[in-house]
Each structure stands twice: as structure tokens, then as C-alpha cells.
Nanobody
Framework: QVQLVESGGGLVQAGGSLRLSCAAS????????MGWFRQAPGKERRFAAA????????YYADSVKGRFTISRDNAKNTVYLQMNNLKPEDTAVYYC???????????????????WGPGTQVTVSS
């Protein structure tokens, strides 16, 4: 089992920044690719960003490319999502997730992710 807990969400004005963190415990963190997904009110959960086990491969949804940066610190068992130039349409609950994938692989499909955190709310005001 892998336990995931997100933090860093909150209320920010459009154009502002937030950094989300996701702390993992349980099994070896570096054995898992990590992803961030988000779910806006009344909408399906959608992929935002993913990073491979060693951090060499990263993948972003078009909607966040150039504004969000995913990173990880395997020594601290933590994955981060730096979000800049936030827009009201970024308002959502943000979830981190862990996937048991090969070393350099990422995935944008939630079906590949085995473990999920409870989520953290991000609200961007206009």
C-alpha cells in the first residue's frame, strides 16, 4: 500500500501561483510514477501532469503546459506541482496518484494509477 496526502491548496487570485505537495508513505516511493489529476465541480477528473519514477520524463496536459511544473524528490518521498499564472478555469480539487510503471514511463490515464490521495482544493478567483 502507498498512502498519499496532498497539501498546499488554497484560494489565489488569477495570475497568482501555488505549489502543491504530495507526501507518500508505505512502499518505496521511487518504484512509482506519479501524476496529478484535477476535478472541477460537475466535471470528470482530468489529467494534469505526470513524472516518471526517476524524474527524467514529464508529461503535461495541453491546458497546463508552460504554466505548471511537476517535480519529485525521492529522498523526501514527495512530488510537487508548481502552478504559475493560475486561471479561474484551474479551480478544482487536485489529486496526486501513484502508478507502478516501468522506470522512464509516465501515464495520463487514471486507469494506470493504483493509489490516490484525498485531494486538495484549489480555487482561483477572477
Amino acid at each position: 500500500q502507498v498512502q498519499l496526502v496532498e497539501s498546499g491548496g488554497g484560494l489565489v487570485q488569477a495570475g497568482g501561483s501555488l505549489r502543491l505537495s504530495c507526501a507518500a508513505s508505505g512502499r518505496t516511493f521511487s518504484n512509482y510514477a506519479m501524476g496529478w489529476f484535477r476535478q472541477a465541480p460537475g466535471k470528470e477528473r482530468r489529467f494534469a501532469a505526470a513524472i516518471s519514477r526517476g524524474g527524467s520524463s514529464k508529461y503535461y496536459a495541453d491546458s497546463v503546459k508552460g504554466r505548471f511544473t511537476i517535480s519529485r524528490d525521492n529522498a523526501k518521498n514527495t512530488v510537487y506541482l508548481q502552478m504559475n499564472n493560475l486561471k479561474p478555469e484551474d479551480t478544482a480539487v487536485y489529486y496526486c496518484a501513484a502508478a507502478a510503471l516501468a522506470y522512464s514511463i509516465t501515464s495520463s490515464s487514471d486507469k494506470d494509477y493504483n493509489y490516490w490521495g484525498p485531494g486538495t482544493q484549489v480555487t482561483v478567483s477572477s
